[in-house]
């Protein structure tokens, strides 16, 4: 619990990143999708979804395309939300 939580959700899911090629699975998504849900519309949130979306789309391109499952792309739309900031007024 606390501040930091988020933000340390955000670097275990860069290192599971670029772990990825060892197939240490997706842990990094993981820790993406919670970094998320832990400081939602927030710039850390954010910069969470756009790892995780980038990610996502990693995963389901191949030699035809992309081709995200309706429900991928639901779940997908649900973070985008949460992870929103709101336009900052002067």
Known sequence: K???VP????MAGASYEALRDLEIW???EYYYEMC??????SDLGLNCYNRYEEAIYSGYSGSGGIFIPEEVQAHLASLKELA???DKKP
């Open 2 to 4: 606390g501040k930091k």
């Open 7 to 10: 933000e340390a959700l955000f």
């Open 26 to 28: 997706s842990l990094h």
């Open 36 to 41: 998320i849900k832990k400081s939602p519309h």
């Open 84 to 86: 929103s900031v709101a």
